[in-house]
């Protein structure tokens, strides 16, 4: 017979405190909805305030890669009054845009999940795999379809369909295609490495006991004291029930670019964040001041050394928003830089993989940092997704061409058939001739996607437009 013995295990595992949280979902925040969530913080925290100019934090890590909060309180209360450093560059652009009155094109849950997943290089099975799951994920983010209905669907496997619904479990937004409320939960505490926490317990084991609210049955089974529990289910509270309305297609959105990208005369890019209409923050000497004097309570102190700390947090995150930007849009920008100087047909596939190599995070964090957001460049405004594509072998099985690159081409031809004779196999011949190798079903798919009618339907069209029927 097995006995019971006591085992102590030394693990590492990434606990997100709330002031992490803040952090990515400042990172996150496209520059309207950063400015909004900045002029919230300025009323609920009186250690904030306005200030003229952005302020410049000082290199500030620990040994162990952390950031030295403490370094960064003191910089910022000595500089509290200071004249602080601009971005990298003053920009006024001059293009006589108003930004505020161009309606930019919302994209649907399905549309995020999609370009994940044609970013992920998997085969084309597995393709279908995922697009059958996608095409079954709700508005909420959760997933109406099985893995044995994936696999009967698609002809394939149920190991295969397994494995594709874990790769989009592992896309943003966090928690999205699981077919309940508690594996959604679970997946985002996954994701933050809770696995070992009494939150997970609460999930994974004592659900129907949560769901009820019986929280005295788990503290007494695990044996742990009450304020642990509510402390767990403060934890659980904090993650999103429904992750899919992260990803909006109903809202009206405006195209503000987050970054500018101009030319420097020397054959390179300089890049700056926008702050324009941006408040700028700095800590407040006042109640700095005043949480020194000796007639404040202890109650106050603490209040007010809490809304410092926040303060401080906030202006740091804001910071390391702005640095994160522009090195990976910098990462970008390099990888793109032919499409800059000499248009589309220069636009190479590029994957999240690669710029998060380069830029050394994870896949997840880039396209978080990219989705929703804007660059200005010399060829126009862009959102960052238009930059990542997938790689379609040419001819000569060289690096590969855009999607996008194939899409365009694939417009122009149709366009310049003025007797609706292309069809979509002279239109795969075409674009063999110019060293695009596709099959006929690709172009077929891609010309759908851009609304263009096949060659039958297109001559019927043009036909009753000049009055022949």
């Known amino acids: 017979m097995n006995g019971?013995?006591?085992?102590?295990?030394?693990?590492?595992?990434?606990?997100?405190?709330?002031?992490?949280?803040?952090?990515?979902?400042?990172?996150?925040?496209?520059?309207i909805e950063l400015k909004e969530y900045i002029d919230?913080?300025?009323?609920?925290?009186?250690?904030?305030?306005?200030?003229?100019?952005?302020?410049?934090?000082?290199?500030?890590?620990?040994?162990?890669?952390?950031?030295?909060?403490?370094?960064?309180?003191e910089h910022?209360?000595?500089?509290?009054?200071?004249?602080?450093?601009?971005?990298?560059i003053d920009h006024d652009p001059k293009s006589g845009l108003n930004y505020e009155n161009i309606a930019g094109k919302a994209?649907?849950?399905?549309?995020?999940?999609?370009?994940?997943l044609q970013l992920s290089e998997v085969p084309e099975a597995e393709y279908k795999i995922g697009e059958y799951f996608i095409g079954n994920i709700n508005e909420d983010g959760f997933l109406a379809a099985t893995v044995l209905e994936a696999a009967e669907m698609t002809g394939t496997t149920a190991e295969a369909a397994a494995r594709i619904l874990a790769l989009i479990q592992s896309f943003d937004p966090v928690g999205v295609g699981a077919k309940n409320l508690k594996e959604c939960l679970q997946i985002q505490l996954k994701a933050k490495g809770l696995e070992d926490s009494l939150a997970w317990k609460l999930v994974t084991e004592?659900?129907?006991?949560?769901?009820?609210?019986?929280?005295?049955?788990?503290?007494?089974?695990?044996?742990?004291?009450?304020?642990?529990?509510?402390?767990?289910?403060?934890?659980?509270?904090?993650?999103?029930?429904?992750?899919?309305?992260?990803i909006s297609a109903s809202d009206v959105r405006y195209i503000v670019p987050d970054v500018f990208v101009e030319k420097d005369g020397n054959g390179g890019y300089r890049l700056s964040v926008n702050n324009e209409g941006m408040p700028f923050l700095r800590i407040s000497r006042f109640y700095r001041e005043m949480s020194r004097k000796k007639t404040i309570t202890p109650e106050e102190k603490n209040f007010?050394?809490?809304?410092?700390?926040?303060?401080?947090?906030?202006?740091?995150?804001?910071?390391?928003?702005?640095?994160?930007?522009?090195?990976?849009?910098?990462?970008?920008?390099?990888?793109?830089?032919?499409?800059?100087?000499?248009?589309?047909?220069?636009?190479?596939?590029?994957?999240?993989?690669?710029?998060?190599?380069?830029?050394?995070?994870?896949?997840s964090t880039v396209s978080r940092v990219t989705a929703g957001k804007y660059v200005q460049t010399p060829r126009g405004i862009f959102p960052f997704r238009f930059f990542f594509n997938v790689k379609l072998e040419n001819s000569e099985g060289e690096q590969g061409v855009a999607s996008r690159t194939v899409k365009e081409t694939i417009k122009n031809i149709a366009e310049e058939d003025k007797d609706c004779s292309m069809s979509d196999s002279r239109i795969q011949a075409v674009l063999n001739e110019k060293g695009i190798k596709?099959?006929?079903?690709?172009?077929?798919?891609?010309?759908?996607?851009?609304?263009i009618?096949?060659?039958?339907?297109?001559?019927?069209?043009?036909?009753?437009?000049?009055g022949t029927f």
Do not use: C
């Not at 990434?14 to 979902?25: A, C, F």
């Not at 994209?107 to 994940?116: I, N």
């Not at 044996?223 to 529990?229: D, G, L, N, S, T």
């Open 76 to 88: 910022l209360e000595r500089e509290s009054t200071a004249d602080y450093g601009r971005s990298e």
């Open 438 to 451: 596709v099959s006929r079903r690709t172009v077929a798919k891609y010309r759908e996607e851009l609304k």
């Open 304 to 363: 007010l050394k809490d809304k410092f700390t926040s303060a401080v947090w906030l202006i740091n995150a804001i910071g390391q928003r702005k640095k994160t930007l522009l090195k990976v849009t910098g990462a970008i920008i390099e990888a793109q830089k032919e499409f800059l100087e000499q248009g589309l047909d220069f636009l190479r596939p590029l994957a999240l993989k690669e710029i998060s190599e380069k830029v050394n995070m994870h896949q």
């Open 453 to 466: 009618l096949p060659a039958a339907k297109r001559k019927i069209l043009e036909n009753i437009k000049g």
């Open 4 to 31: 019971q013995r006591l085992e102590l295990r030394h693990s590492q595992r990434l606990v997100l405190s709330p002031n992490l949280q803040q952090s990515l979902k400042i990172l996150q925040l496209p520059a």
């Open 40 to 73: 919230e913080e300025l009323e609920k925290n009186p250690a904030l305030e306005e200030a003229d100019k952005e302020p410049e934090l000082p290199e500030a890590e620990n040994e162990d890669g952390s950031t030295d909060f403490e370094k960064i309180a």
């Open 107 to 116: 994209y649907s849950l399905e549309e995020h999940l999609l370009w994940q």
């Open 206 to 246: 004592y659900w129907e006991d949560f769901e009820k609210g019986h929280l005295d049955k788990f503290a007494e089974k695990e044996k742990v004291e009450m304020k642990e529990i509510y402390r767990a289910v403060e934890t659980v509270s904090k993650l999103e029930p429904k992750p899919g309305r992260e």
